[in-house]
């Protein structure tokens, strides 16, 4: 199965400063086809998972473009630009490459 | 507007059989393929199931912790996919969720508690 490593684990941030998340695959998440098949998500307290990136660097409906995906065949990030109060929960990267799919860990981000 | 329900949770022994039920609405069910997440207590997600759609031959994939227990099937009359889970164990305790296109849409959830 493949592996996502997540760090860190959990940031805390200051309301309008930036916060980036590492995801790290045990396998180049490239398909055939030219898709890299990362996607973001973000849990908020209480909420089921929303989407917030998918195929590792594109913007889902409705979200704000504070948000951005980047990467390589097997290391991700999900950087966020002046943090807001309403991005407080939980992130999970995760891939569809191939069954299972997987998810990472999570990182919890916080507010100072 | 997309919508997806879980039913079907509860507090069962372990042993025991339970069936969920996703009702979805708002976007073409017959051609959608259709997932099931669980989200441990400790909050970490697992990727256990899904079924293609028709002209896929509604083929099924489970992750390897529930071959042979769980059985992941849908009614295209109904808009609704199922997850049938027998031979629980208590490391099946989760909060279940269907989910559909790469989890653009997912279910509120249902909770399901294995234990004695």
């Known amino acids: 199965d493949i592996v996502l490593t997540q760090a860190p684990l959990s940031v805390s941030v200051t309301p309008g400063e930036s916060a980036s998340i590492s995801c790290r695959s045990s396998?180049?998440?490239?398909?055939?086809?030219?898709?890299?098949?990362l996607y973001w998500y973000l849990q908020k307290p209480g909420k089921s998972p929303q989407l917030l990136i998918y195929r590792m660097s594109n913007l889902a409906s409705g979200v704000p473009d504070r948000f951005s995906g980047s990467g390589s065949e097997t290391d991700f990030t999900l950087k966020i630009s002046k943090v807001e109060t309403e991005d407080v929960g939980v992130y999970y990267c995760?891939?569809?490459?191939?069954?299972?799919?997987?998810f990472g860990a999570g990182t919890k981000l916080e507010l100072k | 507007e997309v919508q997806l329900v879980e039913t079907g949770g509860g507090l069962v022994q372990p042993g025991k059989s339970l069936k969920l039920t996703c009702a979805t609405s708002g976007f073409t069910f017959s051609t959608a393929w259709m997932h099931w997440v669980r989200q441990s207590p400790e909050k970490r997600l697992e990727w256990i199931a899904r079924i293609k759609d028709k002209s896929n031959n509604y083929a099924t994939d489970y992750v390897e912790s529930v071959k042979g227990r769980f059985t992941i099937s849908r009614d295209d009359s109904k808009s609704s996919v199922y997850l049938q889970m027998n031979s629980l164990k208590e490391e099946d305790t989760a909060t279940y969720y269907c989910?559909?296109?790469?989890?653009?849409?997912w279910g509120q959830g249902v909770m399901v508690t294995v234990s004695s």
């Open positions: 995760a891939q569809f490459l191939e069954y299972p799919n997987t």
């Open positions: 989910s559909v296109y790469y989890g653009s849409y």
């Open positions: 396998k180049s998440l490239l398909s055939s086809k030219g898709i890299t098949s």
